[in-house]
């Protein structure tokens, strides 16, 4: 029972154009969503994150969007750089949850063409 | 000056065999944690620790037991080694609990079972 899912294995994006990665969910307890980026042979790293109080959230060219009745979320980069070329993934936090625990998506793998 | 290290990077090793791989952060971090990401790509939580202390322990076999001598380390034994066990794993850290902060991974380390 995958609880966050990312329906797109992969996405090839022109350099300076939108990126547009997205994500679903199933658990409306979910309260709290990152974004990871993660290149080959390296540990994920942290980007962006919302709270389910908010619908939109930016940090430079990153902005994360989260429409909870639908309960979706995308990341849009804008504009993408060859550098953005990696695997991004999705993670959701139950909000009643203190320990920390992560649901995952099985991630996208952007491709940045120059 | 890595962060979160995990040793080794890379663990070939025979079905039956016992391994461990080591966790470092030296972020200051109350919380670590263990995540597997299996053949489909998907990070699943196994264990966290909050101040040497055990909060997050998943449906993970008993061969698999996490020790955590301090905060700034969280060790992964694994007895009797399965094929199913061909994974990579990855150690994080996040700054307290509940994990509203992002955790932070360490490159992670690749097991094969022969």
């Known amino acids: 029972d995958q609880q966050v899912k990312q329906n797109s294995p992969s996405l090839s994006v022109q350099e300076g154009r939108i990126s547009i990665l997205n994500c679903d969910y199933t658990?409306?307890?979910?309260?709290?969503f990152l974004w990871y980026k993660k290149y080959p042979a390296e540990g994920p790293t942290f980007l962006i994150s919302?709270?389910?109080?908010?619908d939109k959230n930016e940090d430079g060219r990153f902005t994360v969007f989260l429409n909870k009745s639908a309960k979706h979320l995308s990341l849009h980069i804008v504009p993408s750089q060859p550098g953005d070329s990696a695997v991004y993934f999705c993670?959701?936090?139950?909000?009643?949850?203190?320990?920390?625990?992560?649901?995952f998506g099985q991630g996208t793998t952007l491709q940045v063409k120059p | 000056d890595t962060a979160v290290s995990q040793t080794p990077k890379y663990l070939v090793t025979q079905m039956g065999n016992d391994k461990s791989i080591k966790c470092e952060q030296n972020?200051?971090?109350?919380?670590m944690y263990w995540y597997k990401q299996d053949s489909k790509k998907f990070l699943k939580i196994m264990f966290s620790?909050?101040?040497?202390?055990?909060?997050i322990n998943e449906t993970v076999p008993n061969r698999f037991s996490p020790k955590s001598p301090d905060k700034a380390h969280l060790n992964l034994h694994i007895n009797s080694l399965e094929l199913g066990d061909s994974a990579v794993y990855f150690c994080?850290?996040?700054?307290?609990?509940?994990?509203?902060?992002?955790?932070?991974f360490g490159d992670g380390t690749r097991l094969s079972i022969l």
């Open positions: 994080a850290s996040s700054q307290d609990n509940p994990g509203t902060q992002p955790q932070h």
């Open positions: 658990n409306s307890m979910f309260d709290y």
């Open positions: 919302i709270s389910s109080i908010k």
């Open positions: 993670a959701a936090q139950h909000g009643s949850s203190n320990t920390g625990k992560l649901i």
């Open positions: 972020l200051g971090h109350d919380t």
């Open positions: 620790y909050n101040n040497k202390e055990l909060i």
